[in-house]
């Protein structure tokens, strides 16, 4: 493995243990529990999409006339993400983004989708993410959230794109989150099965093959360009604390819930 890959790893280690072992995970116990972590983490689903739809902007010619852009090598593994991620299958075999798989998670569990919905239209109609949070009442970490995302998107710095990409967004959800999981599908199937389905997915699909083409692609576009290896350090530590924060809103808002059940 490419020795700055592996020095962003080590450099990573303490916050990715943060993020896997955050007290978030301990505190769901039931689905309305999971019903707050999904409407928040949504957010987190959306914009890993717009991220990966800029790589292929910037990585490949979408535009007519067309013209060779960048390297086969590249446009061949940001392609294949694409793939999976833009169009893989749901449960019953039909082809669905992974954001449209969650939102059909959400509404079979019954997490409100009102908001990340109204996001949406919003955004669609004005291109304008600050005038889409306050219409939308969005939660104010999840918008911070997205903010650095768009902030990475808008520096038109392909190689910083796809680190937090790689880093920030893959191999992130832990194995004991999985198994609390599994544990309210036994008790209600008809509730779950979506969301156990969406996990499913994504830790075969982005954990695994997707993982390891986003590595690859992260080693071609920095190269050997020790500046460029260093700004994606930076990018990635701080998509990680974006992380966190994100996660200890969810907790707050939990707890919050249960001081006034």
């Known amino acids: ?143 911070d959230f997205v903010d650095f995302t768009f902030k990475i998107i808008n520096s038109k710095k392909d190689y910083l794109q796809s680190a937090i990409f790689t880093f920030g967004r893959e191999d992130l959800i832990p194995d004991m989150f999985i198994s609390i999981v599994n544990d309210a599908n036994k008790n209600f199937p008809d509730s779950i099965s979506y969301f156990k389905y969406y996990l499913e997915r994504h830790i075969e699909v982005d954990g695994g093959e997707h993982s390891q083409l986003a590595l690859q692609m992260t080693s071609n576009l920095c190269g050997s360009n020790e500046q460029y290896w260093m700004e994606a350090e930076q990018a990635v530590i701080e998509s990680l604390q974006k992380r966190i924060q994100l996660w200890d809103a969810v907790y707050h808002s939990i707890i919050q819930r249960r001081e006034h059940v």
Request: contains cysteine.
């Open 1 to 143: 493995m490419n020795v700055q890959i592996e020095k962003i790893r080590n450099t990573i280690e303490p916050l990715r243990q943060q993020i896997i072992n955050h007290k978030v995970y301990s505190v769901i116990s039931d689905i309305e529990d999971l019903k707050i972590f999904m409407q928040y983490h949504v957010y987190a689903v959306w914009d890993f999409m717009s991220l990966l739809k800029t790589l292929q902007n910037n990585l490949t010619c979408t535009s007519v006339p067309w013209f060779p852009k960048g390297t086969a090598e590249t446009r061949y593994l940001i392609n294949e993400i694409v793939i999976g991620e833009e169009s893989d299958v749901d449960l019953h075999g039909e082809r669905k983004s992974h954001f449209e798989l969650y939102l059909d998670a959400m509404k079979q569990s019954g997490a409100g989708t009102s908001q990340i919905e109204s996001f949406l239209t919003n955004l669609k109609n004005t291109n304008d993410l600050k005038a889409a949070y306050i219409a939308s009442n969005s939660p104010i970490e999840a918008c």
